[in-house]
Structures are given as C-alpha cells and as structure tokens.
C-alpha cells in the first residue's frame, strides 16, 4: 500500500470514529441526561407560556414520595431560572409548606389541563402553614420567590415538561 493509501485509509478510518463518538454539540448534550450536583435529581427543561411569551427553565424532577417530600428543604440557592417540579400522578388536591426551607419560593400548582391554577407567591421560609391548591392538580412548580410576578407569569398559563 502507498503512503497515500494509507494516509487516505486512515483518514476514512479516523472520520468514521469520529462519526461514531459522542459528540459535544448542542443536538448531542440537549438528549443528555442532566442531574443537579446537589439533589442528584434529573433536570428537565419545562417552559411556561404566558399569552405569546415563553419563559424557559430548568428544573429539577421530584417523582418519589421520598423527593417529594425533602423537595427544596435545606437549600440557600437557586437560579433565577431553576426549579423544582413535582408530578402528581394521579392529580389530587395539593397543599405545600415551607418546613426547614430556607429560601422564598413561589409554588405553582398546575391544574389537570396544564394550566396554572393558583400561585403561593413569595411563601415564607420556615412557615408550616399549608399552601393549598384550587382543585386538583398534575403537578406543582416550586421557582424562588418573586419570579412569577417579575415574568408576569399567571393564572391561566400554560406549563410544559
């Protein structure tokens, strides 16, 4: 075989490996799996969309009755657009409160048709107060404090995860 053959077989070879490797583009890291670094729960993306306006975030999935019920507790931080969901399956009434949670949050109870029922906003931390919903509800979007009336995010607006 010629060095020219063989430069191009190698070539062909290193192009086809590289074809095959995980790549670090957007496409490839988007259908990652993501875990926070502290709760070690997934992360997914959820959007809410108020009228023609879509706020993005990023937040962390709740699913057992064990997550759900440490949620957001002990926490000091959170990103301005972070937070936690958490899945009622089946949908059921839901009441929250703020035991050993440090940190203001806005808890957000999305009804059985993906829309916002009512808002807990800005619940004080420490409070052992209940946090009802307005009926029953698909899930519950805890963001910090403030947020939802900063984005103008309301009852009505549709929420996706």
């Given amino acids: 075989m010629t060095h020219r053959k063989l430069a191009m077989a190698l070539t062909a070879i290193a192009l086809g490996l590289a074809a095959c490797s995980p790549g670090t583009g957007e496409a490839r890291s988007s259908q990652a799996v993501s875990v926070h670094p502290v709760s070690g729960l997934k992360v997914v993306p959820l959007t809410v969309t108020h009228g023609s306006v879509r706020h993005s975030f990023r937040v962390e999935v709740a699913a057992s009755p064990q ?33 050993n949670t440090v940190i203001p949050l806005d808890i957000i109870f999305v009804g059985v048709d993906g829309r916002i029922t009512n808002i807990a906003a800005n619940a004080i931390p420490y409070d052992e107060r209940p946090l009802s919903s307005v009926g029953e509800v698909k899930a519950v979007l805890e963001l910090n404090g403030g947020r939802a009336a900063q984005l103008g995010i309301a009852p009505g607006d549709k929420v996706e995860w």
Avoid at 67 to 93: H, K, N, V, W, Y
């Fill in 67 to 99: 997550e759900q019920a440490r949620g957001l507790m002990f926490r000091t931080t959170m990103g301005a657009d972070e937070g936690m969901i958490f899945p009622m399956s089946p949908p059921r009434g839901a009441s929250f409160w703020m035991r």
